[in-house]
């Protein structure tokens, strides 16, 4: 069975950081994603990686905030988010698929349930 399984939310103040956590099982994954969405708002992509390593995208929005990294080991995707801002508020969602371009948003296949993250002033 396909398990993708975030942890990691919660509530922090602007300027501060989170680290986002994905436990994935149940098969090979290729691509990992984390995507985000807030009321109101289309779901985002903001950040991707191969398992394999190498490549990462990052949308516009976090770069140079944002980093997404794996840990072979525990079979865990991480997103790491520095200097928080208020409009980082959203659901995030770890995802996996097939490999396909790391910018792209279509093409995963496997959700996790999703982690609130707030950010307040």
């Known amino acids: 069975q396909v398990q993708l399984v975030e942890s990691g939310g919660g509530l922090v103040q602007a300027g501060g950081s989170l680290r986002l956590s994905c436990a994935a099982s149940?098969?090979?994954?290729?691509?990992m994603g984390w995507f985000r969405q807030a009321p109101g708002k289309e779901r985002e992509l903001v950040a991707a990686?191969?398992?394999?390593?190498?490549?990462?995208y990052y949308a516009d929005s976090v770069k140079g905030r944002f980093t997404i990294s794996r840990d072979n080991a525990k079979n865990t995707v991480y997103l790491q988010m520095n200097s928080l801002k208020l409009e980082d508020t959203a659901v995030y969602y770890c995802?996996?698929?097939?490999?396909?371009?790391?910018?792209?948003?279509?093409?995963?296949?496997?959700w996790g349930q999703g982690t609130q993250v707030t950010v307040s002033s």
């Open positions: 995802a996996a698929g097939p490999p396909h371009h790391l910018s792209s948003s279509s093409g995963y296949n496997y």
């Open positions: 149940g098969r090979t994954f290729y691509t």
């Open positions: 990686m191969f398992w394999s390593g190498g490549s990462t």
